[in-house]
Structures are given as C-alpha cells and as structure tokens.
C-alpha cells in the first residue's frame, strides 16, 4: 500500500511539473525522443515534426563551432549534469534564451540511458541584463573618460573605485589605492575632527560639499570642489559614498588672488601692503614655499617689495644690487628676462656671490619668474624658495599659481608707476623735479606745525636768478631749461634733513629750512652761494651765475606760509636791487616800504585812467645848435598826487614797468603830447615836432601803428610831426611782434629816436636793423666833456656813427655854457638841457617861445639842479 502511494506521489508530482516546465528526452547522440507541449511551444515544434529534429537543430552556428558544445554532451554520457543560461535557436530562427537544466537519466546497472532537459524561459529577464550591463559599460565609460576624479567607498571609509579621470589627476591606480580613507589619502592636512563630521553628515544621508587643496601621489596640488553623495541600501542605511572632485584651481587662484588683491588696490591699500598679500595667499596655497616680490628700478636695480617670511636682514641685502647675468635667481631672471629655476643654490654659479646669504636660512633652491611691464621689459620678479629640492617642480599647480600672481604683481607695479607718475605732474615741477608750489605750501606748512609745537624758528629763502632772462634771450630756451636743471641739482645739495625746496615759477626757487637759527640759515645760505656760483657748463658755453635771496624767520616775519613767501619775496628784491648776488632778510622798514609801493601801484592805476589830469605832460624844447632855432620838443610825464604831492619820474616810471602799467602810460603820453601839439599850432605857436618816449613793451602790440596814424589824424598832424623815443634794451627783446611793428611805425613815415645811446647794449649790427633817424647821446657823456678826454673821444665816435649813418644826433643834458660850445664845436646840430629850458608845463612853454624871438643860451648859474630831468 505505501509503495503504490509514493508512485502516484511521483506521478502526481510529474503531472504538475509537466504542466508549468518544458521538458524534453534526448537519446546520448542527441536525437528529440521526447517534448512536452510546453518545450514544443518554446522552440515553435510541431509535435510531428518534434520527432525528426536533434539537440544540434535548436543550437546557434557559433556554439556548434565551439569547443564547448561536444564537451557538455561528452560530460552527460559520463553522468555529469550540466546547467545555465543557454541560448536556442526556434523553428522559425528566432533566437530565445533558456535556464536550462540537463540530467543523465540511468538504468538498474547505473548506466545513462538518455538525457533528461528541463528549461524555463528567461529571455526577458536575459535581455534585461544586458542592457543593464550595456548601461553600466556606458557608465563606467562616461566615468573613465570624464577629467572629474570619481571615488566610490563604503561604508568604513575605504576606497572601492576610482575611475580613470582620478588616475590622470593624481597619479594612483586603483590597486594602490583600494581599501585606503580618502581623505587620509589626498588630505593627510585636514583634522580628525573634520573625518567626524564628514561621515556623521553621510550618515545622515546629508551630502558634503567643500572647496579645498588636495595632494596627489608625486606632491603635486589642486584646488578641488569636492562632492561627496551618500548611497543607502534597501534599508536605508548608508552602503557606499560616491564622491566627485573636479579641479578648480585656476579659477580659485583668480578668485581668491584677484578678488583680495584688487579689492585691496581699490581702496587704495599701499603697494607693499599689496604685494605682501599675495605672497601669503600663495604661501596659504602651497606651504613648501616662501614667496618674494622684488622691484627692478629704470636703472637696473633690485628693490626689495614683499617677503612676508623671509628675515628683514636678508632683503635689504639685497637693495640696490644691479641686475645681471650671475646675479641668484632673481636678478638673473630680469636680466635675462625669462624664468630661472636654480635646484641647488650652494652648486649654482648664478648664486656664487649670493648663496651665502641664503643658504644659513635654510633655503636650498629658487624658482624666479620676470614681471614684465607694458613694454615688454622687466619691472620685477616674483620668486619661490624652496627648503626641500624635491619639491622644485614644473608642476601645473605650481606653474597657475606663477602666472596668475605675476600677472597681479604687474598690473599692482604698473598702477604704482602709474600713480607715481600722476603724482610727479601733480606736485611736482616738471622740468627740475623739485616739489612744484602746492606741494612746497603742504611741507612747508606741516615744518610750520611742528616748530610751533617744538618752539623752533624756520627760515624760508626766496632765490631768483641773476640775469636769467639774458641767457633765455642770448642763448634760448633749451639753454635756459639747462640752467634751471642744474640750479634746482646745486639747491638740494645743500638741503639738510627736515628741509625742502621747490620752484615756484620761471627762475624764483624757495628754501624751508627747519630749526633755522641765524647761525644755520648763514651756513645754508653760504654753501648755497658757493654752490650757484661755481663754474657752470652748459652746451659749449661756461659761466658763472648767481642768485639775489630774500629770507624770512618764522614766527618774527609771519606765522604762515604765504605771508613768509611774500615777505622773503619782497626781501628778495631788495637785495637785487642792491647789486645782485647779494642776500636781504626781511624787515619791517622793508614792509613799510613795501606797503607804500602798493599803494603807489594803486594810486597810478587810477591816475591813469582818471579825468582829473593827476598824470600831465611837460615840454623840454630841442634846439639847432646852429640857428638857435626850436627843433621840436620831448614829452616828459609829471605825476601830481593828490596828497602825496610830485612824485619824481625816476620813482613812478620804474613802478610802471614793474607792475605792467608802461604800456598804458606810453599810449596816455603818445595821445596827450598829440593833442597838446594841435592846439599849440591852433594858437599860432610854430612847434616844429613832439617827442614822447614808448618802452620796448609798447611795440609787442601790433595795433600800434593803426593807433598812432588814429591819433595823428584825429588832431590833423603828419606823421612827421611825432617822434618816437626808444631806450636801447628793445635791442635784446626777443617778442616776435617787437621788430615787425617798429618797421610797421617807421612805414607810416613817424621818426624813430633811439634814446640814451652809448650805454647798455649799443651795436653797431643791432643799429643797423633798426629804422631810427635819430641818436641821442646820453647825459652821462655830456656832463664829463669839460674835464675827460675820454669822454671827448666817444661824443666824437657817436657824432661819426650817427653822420655815416645820415642820422640827426641829439645832445642830452646839456646845462653849461662850455658844454654848449664844444658839442657845437664838434658838430653837433641839436641839443637840449637845463642851459636852454627846464621841462615846461604847456602853458609855460606857449610863454617861452612867445617871448623868445631866437633861443639864447641861459647862464649855467641859473640851471635848477635840483629838479633834473632823469
């Protein structure tokens, strides 16, 4: 009973298997001997033709040619089963895949009678698997191609994966790196603390990010992003961590170089503060070196800017020390103008003169690198020292940070140079480089503030050159330059420390001495005289100059910088109107004086252009010294003022041109003395002609000769009615205008008289080119003709002049009677002078020539000597 039941089990059992599973009998050489519904509906079998096909028939043409094949039939007639995933081929070539099992089925001896195959159909889940596979080839494709560093590790922190991109950026494989932290691996800097929290986040299913500098297997650096994502398991819990780490070197090093550095020039940080920044993010970004930034000046000079970490002692060592071809690594390099790397300092010959400097510091090798400027030259070098010599290497890291600091370090000494210069034209004297006048007031007012504070005098020196206008004039402007260059060179040899020195304008130089006692400013001032007036070579030419000073004392002569200027400015002039070369120190005579000039200066600016006739014209009569008859007359202005009474010619005339007012009083003169001559001769008096002296400034105006003939025809007179008296320093006036409008004047047919000739700058080549028709010989001749010979000889020579020049010569001041005989004895043919008629008002002179029927020579006991005409 039980054995019948444990068949029908089995054929229970058989019947159920029979209905879900495909199953098949092959005999041992592989013929079908058998196949279920299902297996037929498997392979597309019709259940005739089922028993006409073999195993072979359902395999594809690759596994028949393989080795592989007959060893899995040969290994079922030896009894071994075999089982797998097998691929078959159906009736209609349609290929399926099969989790296939094959048993050897055995007879009562142990024999294999045949073999038994159960299959089920996988061919979804096998295609499913391939393109899983297919996807994760792509991805590990994308992943090795990629230049991100990827790194997959588990749970415990240790490295699984990395694929090839972490390969290329660090060096390692995979084998040398599977089962290690990455961070003890690429971040041995960072903390214990940081792991802790690091894995505490991933724990927590939070992903990392952090920007931070990594370290690859030859030492080499980056800046990464790194990002690291936890993956979970199907609990939840945290499996494996894929982190990505992507180079950002270069564009931190901008961001973090640039940003700071440029937001440090922006608020207008110093150049040294600057550059000191850079090295220290530099040395922050890569320990193993020590950054220096060195200045190579126009002349070829280091100049130490910034090394934070290198000892004072050793840069200022360095000051100074000329570029060249065996000069360490910096100066080689801007000699050279290319990087220089120097492996061993102690064995390098470019260090010979300089390893001992650096060496006891612990410094072995140096890597330099030119700064080159705008044009392309040297301004500086930027240098890495080295420690260790291993660590001396072209690496790209490296090599960013080089290029990126020397491109800051330029633009930084670039703006330098560029506010430097801005500030040279700002405060500085272009030509001397002396501080120009805002600067010269701001030190001299912060030397002001201290010696109040310290209770100390200050001597201000106001210097004006000699004669300068001369040599500009003589010799031309370049010369001139020359001169003030060399001036201004003299001036700050003789400056101490706490003085300075500028130059104001033209040739006026100003000196601030500090702590100046009367025995100091004495000492500066003479090594300044004997300075100025050594042997000077300019071009070809030498000379000698020298300066007229004027000084004023800080507190007793002002207590601020513009009231000493001006007093030390006006002590000046007195000492050039003392001789020149001569030194003056201000009083307060001098103030006075001073005082009183301005007002006089005021008081003559509103005569001239008052109605109230303070300014008027008096008339010295001319004479023929051989009829004794008028020859014309010279207008000579008188200043009457109102509570200042007569102020004398020789007082006002100078004031006139010192203050600009000539030119105004020479065109006053000219239409007065026309107007006084047309009404003389509408009351019938025969005044044959009117002089009036013009300085040289009156001809620098080209509208002259349109406004002398404006004023001859207003009043109906001839050109030749007026004549014009010029003074012989309009020989050496360089105004392009000068000459023109003289010609321009003698066109117009009004006489030229050249006035007190034979004193100052007489040539013959300079009386050549000027159109005058008449001389006047100056007083000072005349006044020693009784008792000098020499005198005698020159009226003589000057009356030759003038007669081989067909030119009238006029004899001045004459005042004796012997004087009279013996100019008229030597030929001269006019004269005038206090012997004939003192300078007369108008009305005067119309009284005179009425009652003189011919003009008498007066008694030289009548001559007023007191009231000359100068």
């Given at each position: 009973m039980?054995?019948?039941?444990?068949?029908?089990?089995?054929?229970?059992?058989f019947?159920?298997?029979?209905?879900?599973?495909?199953?098949?009998?092959?005999?041992?050489d592989?013929?079908?001997?058998?196949?279920?519904?299902?297996y037929?509906?498997?392979?597309?079998?019709?259940?005739?033709?089922?028993?006409?096909?073999?195993?072979?028939?359902?395999?594809?043409?690759?596994?028949?040619?393989s080795?592989?094949?007959?060893?899995?039939?040969?290994?079922?007639?030896?009894?071994?089963?075999?089982?797998?995933?097998?691929?078959?081929?159906?009736?209609?070539?349609?290929?399926?895949?099969?989790?296939?099992?094959?048993?050897?089925?055995?007879?009562?001896h142990?024999?294999?009678?045949?073999?038994?195959?159960?299959?089920?159909?996988?061919?979804?889940?096998?295609?499913?698997?391939?393109?899983?596979?297919?996807?994760?080839?792509?991805?590990?494709?994308?992943?090795?191609?990629?230049?991100?560093?990827?790194?997959?590790?588990?749970?415990?922190?240790?490295?699984l994966?990395?694929?090839?991109?972490?390969?290329?950026?660090?060096?390692?494989?995979?084998?040398?790196?599977?089962?290690?932290?990455?961070?003890?691996?690429?971040?041995?800097?960072?903390?214990?603390?940081?792991?802790?929290?690091y894995?505490?986040?991933?724990?927590?299913?939070?992903?990392?990010?952090?920007?931070?500098?990594?370290?690859?297997?030859?030492?080499?650096?980056?800046?990464?992003?790194?990002?690291?994502?936890?993956?979970?398991?199907?609990?939840?819990?945290?499996?494996?961590?894929?982190?990505?780490?992507?180079?950002?070197?270069?564009?931190?090093?901008?961001?973090?170089?640039?940003?700071?550095?440029?937001?440090?020039?922006?608020?207008?940080?110093?150049?040294?503060?600057?550059?000191?920044?850079?090295?220290?993010?530099?040395?922050?970004?890569?320990?193993?070196?020590?950054?220096?930034?060195?200045e190579?000046?126009?002349?070829?000079?280091?100049?130490?800017?910034?090394?934070?970490c290198?000892?004072?002692?050793?840069?200022?060592?360095?000051?100074?020390?000329?570029?060249?071809?065996?000069?360490?690594?910096?100066?080689?390099?801007?000699?050279?103008?290319?990087?220089?790397?120097?492996?061993?300092?102690?064995?390098?010959?470019?260090?010979?003169?300089?390893?001992?400097?650096?060496?006891?510091?612990?410094?072995?090798?140096?890597?330099?690198?030119?700064?080159?400027?705008?044009?392309g030259?040297?301004?500086?070098?930027?240098?890495?020292?080295?420690?260790?010599?291993?660590?001396?290497?072209?690496?790209?890291?490296?090599?960013?940070?080089?290029?990126?600091?020397?491109?800051?370090?330029?633009?930084?000494?670039?703006?330098?140079?560029?506010?430097?210069?801005?500030?040279?034209l700002?405060?500085?004297?272009?030509?001397?480089?002396?501080?120009?006048?805002?600067?010269?007031?701001?030190?001299?007012?912060?030397?002001?503030?201290?010696?109040?504070?310290?209770?100390?005098?200050?001597?201000?020196?106001?210097?004006?050159?000699?004669?300068?206008?001369?040599?500009?004039?003589?010799?031309?402007?370049?010369?001139?330059?020359?001169?003030?260059?060399?001036?201004?060179?003299?001036?700050?040899?003789?400056?101490?420390?706490?003085?300075?020195?500028?130059?104001?304008?033209?040739?006026?130089?100003?000196?601030?001495?500090?702590?100046?006692?009367?025995?100091?400013?004495?000492?500066?001032?003479?090594?300044?005289?004997?300075?100025?007036?050594?042997?000077?070579?300019?071009?070809?030419?030498?000379?000698?100059?020298?300066?007229?000073?004027?000084?004023?004392?800080?507190?007793?002569?002002?207590?601020?910088?513009?009231?000493?200027?001006?007093?030390?400015?006006m002590?000046?002039?007195?000492?050039?109107?003392?001789g020149?070369?001569?030194?003056?120190?201000?009083?307060?005579?001098?103030?006075?004086?001073?005082?009183?000039?301005?007002?006089?200066?005021?008081?003559?600016?509103?005569?001239?252009?008052?109605?109230?006739?303070?300014?008027?014209?008096?008339?010295?009569?001319?004479?023929?010294?051989?009829?004794?008859?008028?020859?014309?007359?010279?207008?000579?202005?008188?200043?009457?003022?109102?509570?200042?009474?007569?102020?004398?010619?020789?007082?006002?005339?100078?004031?006139?041109?010192?203050?600009?007012?000539?030119?105004?009083?020479?065109?006053?003169?000219?239409?007065?003395?026309?107007?006084?001559?047309?009404?003389?001769?509408a009351?019938?008096?025969?005044?044959?002609?009117?002089?009036?002296?013009?300085?040289?400034?009156?001809?620098?105006?080209?509208?002259?000769?349109?406004?002398?003939?404006?004023?001859?025809?207003?009043?109906?007179l001839?050109?030749?009615?007026?004549?014009?008296?010029?003074?012989?320093?309009?020989?050496?006036?360089?105004?392009?205008?000068?000459?023109q409008?003289?010609h321009?004047?003698?066109?117009?047919?009004?006489?030229?008289?050249?006035?007190?000739?034979?004193?100052?700058?007489?040539?013959?080549?300079?009386?050549?080119?000027?159109?005058?028709?008449?001389?006047?010989?100056?007083?000072?001749?005349?006044?020693?003709?009784?008792?000098?010979?020499?005198?005698?000889?020159?009226?003589?020579?000057?009356?030759?002049?003038?007669?081989?020049?067909?030119?009238?010569?006029?004899?001045?001041?004459?005042?004796?009677?012997?004087?009279?005989?013996?100019?008229?004895?030597?030929?001269?043919?006019?004269?005038?002078?206090?012997?004939?008629?003192?300078?007369?008002?108008?009305?005067?002179?119309?009284?005179?020539?009425?009652?003189?029927?011919?003009?008498?020579?007066?008694?030289?006991?009548?001559?007023?000597?007191?009231?000359?005409?100068?």
């Open positions: 039980g054995e019948s039941e444990d068949v029908h089990t089995q054929v229970t059992r019947k159920a298997l029979d209905r879900v599973m495909a199953l098949a009998e092959f005999d041992l592989g013929r079908l001997l058998h196949a279920n519904p299902n037929r509906q498997l392979l597309q079998l019709d259940q005739t033709a089922s028993l006409a096909v073999a195993h072979r028939d359902f395999c594809p043409p690759a596994l028949l040619a080795a592989a094949y007959p060893a899995m039939w040969e290994r079922l007639r030896n009894g071994q089963a075999f089982s797998g995933e097998v691929e078959r081929v159906r009736s209609d070539g349609s290929r399926c895949w099969l989790e296939a099992t094959y048993s050897p089925a055995l007879d009562e142990g024999r294999v009678t045949h073999v038994v195959k159960v299959a089920s159909d996988v061919t979804d889940r096998h295609t499913q698997s391939l393109a899983h596979q297919a996807y994760v080839e792509r991805l590990a494709l994308v992943a090795d191609v990629s230049d991100t560093a990827i790194i997959i590790s588990d749970a415990m922190s240790r490295i994966f990395v694929n090839r991109g972490f390969s290329r950026m660090f060096g390692w494989s995979l084998a040398e790196v599977q089962g290690r932290a990455p961070i003890d691996l690429l971040a041995p800097h960072l903390s214990a603390g940081f792991a802790e929290h894995q505490a986040a991933l724990r927590a299913g939070e992903p990392v990010v952090r920007e931070e500098i990594v370290v690859g297997k030859n030492g080499q650096r980056y800046w990464s992003k790194v990002l690291s994502n936890p993956v979970p398991d199907g609990d939840g819990a945290w499996q494996y961590t894929v982190t990505t780490l992507t180079d950002i070197t270069t564009s931190k090093m901008h961001e973090v170089l640039q940003r700071r550095v440029l937001e440090a020039m922006a608020r207008d940080c110093p150049l040294v503060e600057v550059l000191e920044m850079v090295c220290e993010e530099v040395e922050r970004m890569a320990p193993e070196v020590t950054a220096s930034v060195l190579v000046d126009a002349c070829g000079k280091l100049h130490p800017l910034a090394s934070p290198l000892p004072a002692s050793y840069s200022m060592q360095l000051d100074g020390v000329p570029i060249g071809p065996c000069v360490g690594s910096c100066g080689t390099a801007a000699w050279r103008n290319e990087p220089v790397v120097v492996h061993d300092i102690a064995s390098d010959p470019l260090w010979q003169d300089f390893k001992h400097l650096i060496l006891p510091l612990g410094y072995t090798a140096c890597w330099s690198t030119p700064i080159a400027g705008a044009e030259k040297p301004i500086g070098t930027f240098a890495f020292y080295y420690r260790d010599p291993s660590t001396v290497v072209a690496s790209a890291y490296h090599q960013r940070l080089v290029d990126t600091c020397i491109d800051l370090c330029a633009l930084a000494l670039e703006r330098e140079k560029a506010r430097s210069r801005i500030r040279q700002a405060f500085y004297d272009g030509l001397t480089g002396l501080p120009n006048r805002s600067l010269l007031l701001a030190r001299a007012e912060q030397v002001l503030t201290s010696a109040t504070t310290n209770h100390e005098r200050v001597a201000v020196l106001f210097v004006d050159l000699d004669r300068f206008k001369q040599v500009n004039d003589s010799m031309g402007h370049p010369v001139g330059d020359d001169l003030l260059c060399a001036v201004a060179e003299r001036i700050k040899l003789v400056l101490r420390n706490g003085d300075t020195a500028g130059r104001l304008s033209g040739d006026e130089f100003v000196l601030v001495l500090s702590e100046g006692d009367a025995e100091q400013v004495g000492q500066v001032i003479e090594r300044l005289q004997e300075q100025l007036s050594a042997p000077l070579t300019l071009g070809d030419t030498s000379m000698v100059i020298s300066a007229s000073i004027g000084v004023a004392m800080f507190p007793d002569d002002g207590r601020d910088m513009e009231t000493l200027l001006h007093r030390a400015d002590a000046m002039y007195q000492a050039k109107s003392a020149r070369g001569r030194v003056s120190f201000f009083s307060s005579e001098m103030n006075r004086l001073a005082q009183e000039r301005l007002a006089l200066e005021k008081a003559l600016r509103e005569a001239l252009h008052s109605e109230r006739g303070c300014l008027h014209l008096h008339y010295q009569p001319q004479v023929d010294l051989k009829t004794g008859s008028l020859y014309g007359v010279e207008a000579l202005a008188r200043w009457t003022h109102p509570t200042l009474g007569m102020i004398a010619p020789a007082r006002f005339i100078p004031l006139a041109e010192e203050c600009g007012l000539i030119s105004d009083l020479g065109r006053w003169a000219l239409k007065e003395a026309c107007s006084q001559l047309a009404q003389w001769r009351q019938g008096l025969e005044v044959p002609a009117v002089a009036v002296n013009l300085s040289p400034s009156s001809f620098h105006n080209l509208d002259l000769p349109r406004m002398i003939s404006a004023t001859l025809d207003c009043h109906a001839q050109p030749q009615d007026l004549t014009l008296e010029l003074t012989e320093s309009i020989l050496l006036d360089t105004n392009p205008s000068t000459m409008t003289i321009a004047v003698h066109a117009s047919g009004v006489r030229l008289s050249m006035d007190d000739f034979g004193t100052g700058y007489s040539s013959l080549s300079y009386l050549r080119r000027l159109p005058v028709s008449e001389l006047k010989l100056d007083r000072s001749f005349v006044s020693d003709l009784e008792h000098d010979e020499a005198a005698q000889a020159l009226s003589r020579a000057i009356l030759g002049i003038g007669q081989s020049l067909d030119l009238t010569v006029v004899a001045e001041g004459v005042e004796t009677q012997v004087q009279h005989v013996m100019l008229r004895d030597q030929g001269y043919p006019v004269a005038q002078g206090y012997l004939f008629a003192q300078p007369m008002a108008p009305q005067d002179l119309a009284q005179w020539l009425q009652t003189q029927s011919h003009i008498a020579p007066q008694t030289a006991e009548k001559i007023q000597h007191k009231n000359r005409d100068c």
